[in-house]
Structure formats: structure tokens, C-alpha cells
């Protein structure tokens, strides 16, 4: 499958794209188990990791095998491991190497996460979205000013996976986050990637659930491809401006569906 811009599979982890091709974890070590659905919570995603390295028994510094291989171990796509990934790397676990790979972290976790994420459940979801205008909007600008070509190659891969599953909810969703993650990335500030990373996480927990009930994919497709557009030709005002409107009418899109929601409750 082709994307806007035609480049390796990269995936990105705070500022850092990393396409991993060495390991020393050993494959034969590794066992298939049950494949996770495209529809089940990525916190599952985060669980299956979690058991891995329990099970496996790996230590502070070791490596992890490459993205391909881990998916097809866990029996989960690769969409679905990258956010995975993303959280566990979010929440201290994974560390991301440029060049080098993904590891486990040496010594303990940097960021008390589970915590952190546990207070954002009792936020609001207009607190929320606040939130994202906040820290994405400001995010955009910086990418359209400090992102690499690895990183634009990663927006338009995200791009062109959401046109693909236009039909598709549960998967567009995973695209759509993915894409404001690599958008946070491309900032080139790992802190503010990190809390993009958490909020997200927040938001695809409760969106999952409602996204099935969504009407306008094609509008946001579009949305998203203005902020990608404004940051490849780097222009940091567009780029700003578009993630705004996009988060906006997001904010919209997400109360109709909660309406409905709760509409169909009532029925």
C-alpha cells in the first residue's frame, strides 16, 4: 500500500523516528498468542506488551524484536502495536533509541503515568478537547518548523491508511490518533509528544465506543490532510489554524455522537 510520500515503514516516538532492524531478543523465545481484533481496546494492546516482557523475562536495556515481527508474534496489527507501543513508551516502559531501536528502560519508570491518566478520567471531555487545542494546536506549529522528511513520510502513511478505512471506524480511529501523535512528535519537544500521547489515550478509551456512530469521515479525512499540507510546506500559522478547526469540529462531532448515544439509551 502506497502513501503520500513514498518512504521505509518508520514509526515515530517522541521526536525520534526509528526504524528498528536489530534485536537481542531471540525469536525462537517468542510465542504466538491469541489475536487481538481490530476493535478491542488498545489498553489490551498495552496488557498483551506487558505480558510479553514479564514472560519472557527480559531486563533493563534489552532490546525488542523489530515492529513486523512483534506484530505478527502478538497476532495484532501493526497500527494496533504502535499505539501500544506509543503508551508503554508514555508511561516510562519502553524507552525509543533513534537508529537504534526500542528498549526496555534501565532503572525505574520516568513518569508515574497510570496516575496521571487515572485524574484525567475525571476531567470533563470539554476539559479534554480544551486540552488538546492547548497542547496540539501549539504542537503543529512546531512541526511545521522542526519536522523531518521521516516524519512527514510517517503524517502521510496515517493519511493514507485513514483514506483506506473510510468504511471502516474502529480503524480510522487508530489512523486518526496515530496521526496526531506523529503530529506531536514531529515538535520535536518529547514532552509535549508525551502528554499528546496520554490525553490521546483518554480520548480513544471513550471514543471507541462512539465512533461507530459517526457520519462524516470524508470531512474529517480532509481536516486532517490541511494540517498535514500546512506542515509540509512549513507554515506554521496554517498549520496552527487547521489543527484548531480540526479539533474544533472534532468537539462537535464527538457530542453528536455522545447524543446519539445517549439517545439510543433512552429508546
Given at each position: 500500500?502506497?502513501?503520500?510520500?513514498?518512504?521505509?515503514?518508520?514509526?515515530?516516538?517522541?521526536?525520534?523516528?526509528?526504524?528498528?532492524?536489530?534485536?537481542?531478543?531471540?525469536?525462537?523465545?517468542?510465542?504466538?498468542?491469541?489475536?487481538?481484533?481490530?476493535?478491542?481496546?488498545?489498553?489490551?494492546?498495552?496488557?498483551?506488551?506487558?505480558?510479553?516482557?514479564?514472560?519472557?523475562?527480559?531486563?533493563?536495556?534489552?532490546?525488542?524484536?523489530?515492529?513486523?515481527?512483534?506484530?505478527?508474534?502478538?497476532?495484532?496489527?501493526?497500527?494496533?502495536?504502535?499505539?501500544?507501543?506509543?503508551?508503554?513508551?508514555s508511561?516510562?516502559?519502553?524507552?525509543?533509541?533513534?537508529?537504534?531501536?526500542?528498549?526496555?528502560?534501565?532503572?525505574?519508570?520516568?513518569?508515574?503515568?497510570?496516575?496521571l491518566?487515572?485524574?484525567?478520567?475525571g476531567?470533563?471531555?470539554?476539559?479534554m478537547?480544551?486540552?488538546?487545542?492547548?497542547?496540539e494546536?501549539?504542537?503543529?506549529g512546531?512541526?511545521?518548523?522542526?519536522?523531518?522528511?521521516?516524519?512527514?513520510?510517517?503524517?502521510?502513511?496515517?493519511?493514507?491508511?485513514?483514506?483506506?478505512?473510510?468504511?471502516?471506524?474502529?480503524?480510522?480511529?487508530?489512523?486518526?490518533?496515530?496521526?496526531?501523535?506523529?503530529v506531536?512528535?514531529?515538535?520535536?519537544n518529547?514532552?509535549?509528544a508525551?502528554?499528546?500521547?496520554?490525553?490521546?489515550?483518554?480520548?480513544?478509551?471513550?471514543?471507541?465506543?462512539?465512533?461507530?456512530?459517526?457520519?462524516?469521515?470524508?470531512?474529517?479525512l480532509e481536516?486532517?490532510?490541511?494540517?498535514?499540507?500546512?506542515?509540509?510546506?512549513?507554515k506554521?500559522?496554517?498549520?496552527r489554524?487547521?489543527?484548531?478547526?480540526?479539533?474544533?469540529?472534532?468537539?462537535?462531532?464527538?457530542?453528536?455522537?455522545?447524543?446519539?448515544?445517549?439517545?439510543?439509551?433512552?429508546?
Amino acid at each position: 500500500m502506497k502513501s503520500i510520500d513514498v518512504a521505509p515503514n518508520w514509526y515515530y516516538k517522541c521526536g525520534a523516528n526509528v526504524q528498528i532492524d536489530m534485536t537481542n531478543f531471540k525469536t525462537s523465545r517468542l510465542k504466538i498468542i491469541n489475536p487481538v481484533r481490530s476493535s478491542q481496546a488498545m489498553e489490551q494492546v498495552v496488557a498483551r506488551v506487558y505480558e510479553l516482557i514479564k514472560q519472557e523475562d527480559l531486563k533493563p536495556g534489552d532490546r525488542l524484536p523489530p515492529e513486523r515481527e512483534l506484530a505478527k508474534q502478538l497476532g495484532i496489527s501493526r497500527p494496533s502495536l504502535r499505539l501500544g507501543l506509543s503508551s508503554l513508551i508514555s508511561m516510562g516502559v519502553l524507552q525509543s533509541r533513534q537508529g537504534a531501536g526500542t528498549f526496555i528502560v534501565d532503572g525505574p519508570t520516568a513518569l508515574d503515568s497510570e496516575r496521571l491518566l487515572a485524574a484525567l478520567h475525571g476531567f470533563s471531555f470539554d476539559h479534554m478537547f480544551e486540552t488538546r487545542s492547548v497542547l496540539e494546536v501549539g504542537a503543529a506549529g512546531l512541526a511545521a518548523e522542526r519536522a523531518t522528511g521521516e516524519q512527514l513520510a510517517t503524517m502521510s502513511e496515517e493519511i493514507a491508511e485513514m483514506f483506506v478505512f473510510l468504511k471502516d471506524p474502529q480503524q480510522f480511529l487508530l489512523h486518526d490518533i496515530a496521526f496526531h501523535r506523529a503530529v506531536a512528535a514531529a515538535s520535536g519537544n518529547p514532552t509535549l509528544a508525551t502528554l499528546v500521547e496520554m490525553v490521546s489515550a483518554i480520548l480513544y478509551e471513550r471514543r471507541r465506543d462512539t465512533i461507530e456512530r459517526a457520519h462524516d469521515f470524508d470531512e474529517s479525512l480532509e481536516l486532517h490532510r490541511r494540517v498535514y499540507r500546512a506542515i509540509r510546506a512549513r507554515k506554521p500559522d496554517e498549520a496552527r489554524e487547521a489543527m484548531r478547526e480540526h479539533i474544533v469540529r472534532a468537539q462537535r462531532a464527538f457530542a453528536l455522537e455522545e447524543q446519539t448515544s445517549g439517545q439510543l439509551l433512552k429508546a
